[in-house]
């Protein structure tokens, strides 16, 4: 399985600034994931990472609120820009196992604990 | 669209007593099931999958769960609860005609009492 790791591991931040998220996978990977959790609640995908090529968004997320840039087949940054108190939340980066044949399963970061104030 | 189900928000149990943590899904073609856990203030782990084959898939730390094709129901057992299974457990769902996005259900908080 892929050992991912991700910085800052939690933050707290003014309203109106911005903040870069980075996750870094021990392997080469296709596509990379990033998530929101707020706490004791579900995952919600924000959007879809390919290296090469740019982010696929889910509904109500925004590129110019949620920039990712995927420079390499390792690593990814996601973004959280002009923050509001309502982004305060655990933010997950993930990667689709291994890469072998059946390995469909997501593995995830220890994820990022943002609050704003 | 693909769905998933998590009827109980709160599942109690005694310690050494069996558990179940029930999940349904809809998805418009076959799916692959996925079963997670979070322990507090960690990222989650992945404890087991089913993707095709027999019914019954076994995964990490004694859980298994049985896939139900006719209920669309893939339930989260254990034979025997301990105290440190005491989490939270997400199941998933990824219909395997779609792209690789996964599905998560609202979590079901289970704990094992001494």
């Known amino acids: 399985s892929a050992v991912i790791s991700q910085k800052p591991s939690r933050d707290i931040c003014q309203r109106g600034t911005s903040l870069t998220i980075q996750c870094q996978v021990d392997?080469?990977?296709?596509?990379m994931f990033w998530y929101r959790q707020q706490p004791g609640q579900s995952l919600t995908l924000i959007a879809t990472a390919n290296q090469g090529s740019e982010a696929t968004y889910e509904s109500g997320f925004v590129i110019d609120k949620f920039p990712i840039s995927r420079p390499n087949l390792t690593f990814s940054t996601l973004t959280v820009s002009n923050m509001s108190p309502e982004d305060s939340s655990i933010y997950l980066c993930s990667v689709e196992g291994g890469g072998t044949s059946g390995d469909y399963e997501q593995y995830f970061g220890p994820g990022t604990r943002l609050t704003v104030t | 669209a693909q769905s998933v189900a998590q009827p109980e928000d709160q599942v109690n149990v005694a310690e050494g007593n069996p558990l179940t943590v029930k999940c349904t899904y809809s998805?418009?073609?076959?799916?692959?099931l996925f079963w997670y856990v979070q322990y507090p203030n960690r990222g989650l782990q992945f404890l087991l999958k089913y993707i095709t084959g027999d019914n019954l898939v076994k995964g990490s730390y004694g859980f298994e769960a049985e896939f139900n094709k006719s209920q669309t129901s893939f339930h989260l057992k254990k034979p025997s609860a301990l105290v440190s299974d005491s989490a939270l457990y997400f199941c998933?769902?990824?219909?395997?005609?779609?792209?690789?996005?996964?599905?998560f259900g609202s979590g079901t908080q289970l704990t094992v009492l001494p």
């Open positions: 998933a769902v990824r219909d395997i005609g779609s792209a690789r996005q996964l599905t």
């Open positions: 998805v418009s073609g076959n799916p692959y």
């Open positions: 392997s080469q990977v296709t596509m």
